[in-house]
Structure formats: C-alpha cells, structure tokens
Nanobody
Framework: QVQLVESGGGLVQAGGTLRLSCAVS????????MGWYRQTLGKERELVAT???????NYAGSVKGRFTISRDNAKNTAYLQMNSLKPEDTAVYYC????????WGQGTQVTVSS
C-alpha cells in the first residue's frame, strides 16, 4: 500500500514563503510523476505543478516564477517551494503521485493573509 505524507503547510503573510514536502512510502514500483494540486471551498481541484521522472516540470500560469517543484528520487519525496505568496494562493494543497495508478495525499492547508 502506498502512503503519501504531506507537511509544511501553515499560515503566512502575503509575500512570505512556505515549503511543502510529500514523502512517499510503501509498495512503489515506478513513479511516473509527482505533483501538487490545490483546492478551495466550492471550486474544483486545480493543478499547481508537476514533475516527471525525467525531471521535466509543468506549472500553472498563476504560480509560474513564484513556485518551484523538485524531487529527491532517493527519498521518494517531492517538494514545492512557494515564494512571494499571495492571498489567492490560500487553499488545501494535495500531493499527487502517479504510478500505474494515481495516489493522493490527505492535503495540507496553506493560508496567506493580506
């Protein structure tokens, strides 16, 4: 069974920084990609950033230039460095891991105050 453990969320003022981590454990055969999505109340979950096994990345336009996704393959851990945070970044952030199936973390709250 695959488990995703997220950490690093919290409350920060606008312009501040946070770093999210997602540690993957369990029966992992091949991770194709890791990523972060976010969701606010009443809205659909949206892509924030993904990183493939080869290292290529993809970002939502709203976070490009402010957020950076990375991964440590040896540790099966993905990170999301979030700089210049804005109130509109407030959401629950979910880690996503794609193997032969899709796995989701439990979510971590990020709140940016103005």
């Amino acid at each position: 069974q695959v488990q995703l453990v997220e950490s690093g969320g919290g409350l920060v003022q606008a312009g501040g920084t946070l770093r999210l981590s997602c540690a993957v454990s369990g029966s992992i055969f091949s991770i194709r990609s890791m990523g972060w999505y976010r969701q606010t109340l009443g809205k659909e979950r949206e892509l924030v950033a993904t990183i493939r096994s080869g290292g290529s990345t993809n970002y939502a336009g709203s976070v490009k230039g402010r957020f950076t996704i990375s991964r440590d393959n040896a540790k099966n851990t993905a990170y999301l460095q979030m700089n210049s945070l804005k109130p509109e970044d407030t959401a629950v952030y979910y880690c996503n891991v794609l193997t032969i199936v899709e796995h989701w973390g439990q979510g971590t709250q990020v709140t940016v105050s103005s």
